[in-house]
């Protein structure tokens, strides 16, 4: 291998909390690949190579076995850097492998950098650590118009534009389009416009609606009687959608999640259960969330203003009328829990009780909106275990070291609230 591409993260990754706690930024999804799927997908002959923050180093080497992870192999000569964040549909015009070496930037954001020979091996150094911001100094800056996510919400708003993109990437419309087992009574409107693939099943009384969008529903998901599915839509892997779901345009499921009740323009990474009736709209939902009977969430004021989410403790003004709930990995809602338009829950939560939550509430949260404490850490792990186990998922010594890191550096939001 003499040439490789590198995903990176930058500082920034920190405005995506609680969601890449767990994760790099490259692995969310947006549409039907996350980031850097898309971002591999143009270069699909070159190796690619991951470097993350130093925590997550065991947990993105289960993730992607056979890729190098924060190390570069010696036989690499050239390689383009790529930033996890970027976003953007046209990228292999606008970042071509092949050229001098340069590095591009989008204001002070750092969107890539093609180096090699003695340029590379300066950036690189002893690769103790990497960090755009001081690795790709002192080299040849261009600007560019590459487009890039900041918040969860850009994610959320792109979500149906890159079902479409990715669908016609991933789709080839000249070969069967329904591969799986679709039963009497399926209405589809525009079915050329709709994917199935092998060992579906689609149930008497479901209506997929493709007219103003593509439906893709992977292999082995269950789309039971009487569901309703409005296209842009993605239904992942052995995803099951509940009796009588609506889920409206826009929105992002699965891999393996059980779903129902109404969803709308939401994105819900994989492993994840909102099996009950409850509205979820402009929502992301990371891995092994559980959302208990009846959760709704809120994602319009009542005064239509735009609506401002806590970053990192702090408001941030979202510059949006529409944001629903943003919940973090391994978090779950009890039945009946209201949560508040633009409300944040962490990594590991557990929220119930009557009334609205708090609109931010930490890592490791215990409660509602009467009070919070401390989820034990210990127990935590054994809930965690437990709920991967029912999917055949081995909770790794990786994920342990995951949840201790994260207990620890989130410590500080706790105390600040007396927890």
């Known amino acids: 291998m003499s040439t490789a591409i590198i995903l990176f993260e930058d500082k920034e990754v920190k405005n995506l909390f609680p969601l890449t706690y767990s994760r790099p930024?490259?692995?969310?999804?947006?549409?039907?690949?996350?980031?850097?799927?898309?971002?591999?997908?143009?270069?699909?002959?070159?190796?690619?190579?991951?470097?993350?923050?130093?925590?997550?180093?065991?947990v993105v080497k289960q993730a992607h076995p056979t890729h190098p992870v924060n190390t570069?192999?010696?036989?690499?000569?050239?390689?383009?850097?790529v930033n996890g964040r970027v976003l953007e549909n046209n990228l292999v015009s606008l970042l071509p492998f092949e050229g001098e070496?340069?590095?591009?930037?989008?204001?002070?954001?750092?969107?890539?950098?093609?180096?090699?020979?003695?340029?590379?091996?300066?950036?690189?150094?002893?690769?103790?650590?990497?960090?755009?911001?001081e690795n790709l100094q002192g080299f040849p800056v261009e600007e560019t118009e590459i487009k890039y996510v900041t918040y969860q919400w850009d994610l959320v708003s792109r979500n149906g534009e890159q079902i479409v993109v990715d669908f016609n990437k991933v789709v080839d419309r000249n070969k069967p389009m329904n591969l799986g087992k679709i039963y009497a009574g399926v209405n589809m409107i525009q079915p050329n416009n709709i994917f199935i693939d092998k060992d579906a099943k689609v149930k008497p009384g479901v209506v997929l609606d493709a007219e103003e969008g593509?439906?893709?529903?992977?292999?082995?998901a269950t789309i039971m009687s009487n569901a309703v599915i409005e296209g842009p839509c993605y239904i992942g892997d052995k995803t099951k959608i509940k009796v009588a779901a609506k889920i409206y345009e826009n929105t992002s499921i699965g891999?393996?999640?059980?779903?129902?009740?109404?969803?709308?323009e939401s994105i819900i990474h994989s492993y994840s259960n909102k099996q009950h009736d409850g509205f979820l709209g402009h929502a992301y939902l990371g891995q092994w969330v559980n959302l208990g009977a009846d959760t709704n969430n809120s994602d319009l004021k009542n005064n239509y203003g735009s609506?401002?989410?806590?970053?990192?403790?702090?408001?941030?003004?979202?510059?949006?009328?529409?944001?629903?709930?943003?919940?973090?990995d391994h978090s779950k809602s009890g039945i009946n829990t209201m949560f508040n338009t633009g409300t944040v829950v962490g990594f590991s939560a557990n929220i119930y009780g009557g009334g609205f939550p708090p609109k931010y509430m930490p890592s490791f949260s215990w409660g509602g909106a009467e009070s919070l404490q401390t989820y034990d850490l210990r127990k935590a792990m054994q809930v965690a275990e437990r709920v991967m186990a029912r999917r055949d998922v081995k909770f790794t010594d990786a994920d342990k070291a995951l949840f201790q890191k994260i207990f620890e550096f989130t410590k500080e939001e706790r105390n600040k609230r007396n927890m």
């Open 25 to 58: 930024v490259y692995d969310l999804r947006c549409g039907i690949m996350t980031l850097g799927e898309k971002i591999r997908s143009n270069y699909p002959a070159i190796e690619s190579i991951f470097f993350t923050r130093g925590y997550l180093k065991e």
């Open 72 to 81: 570069v192999p010696e036989d690499v000569e050239k390689v383009l850097f």
């Open 255 to 264: 891999p393996v999640c059980k779903v129902g009740g109404e969803v709308e």
């Open 214 to 220: 593509p439906i893709y529903i992977g292999r082995g």
């Open 307 to 328: 609506v401002k989410v806590f970053i990192n403790d702090e408001p941030v003004n979202s510059g949006s009328m529409f944001v629903g709930l943003t919940m973090g």
């Open 101 to 133: 070496d340069v590095v591009l930037k989008n204001g002070d954001v750092i969107i890539a950098a093609r180096l090699s020979g003695d340029n590379l091996k300066k950036a690189l150094g002893d690769l103790k650590s990497f960090t755009p911001e």
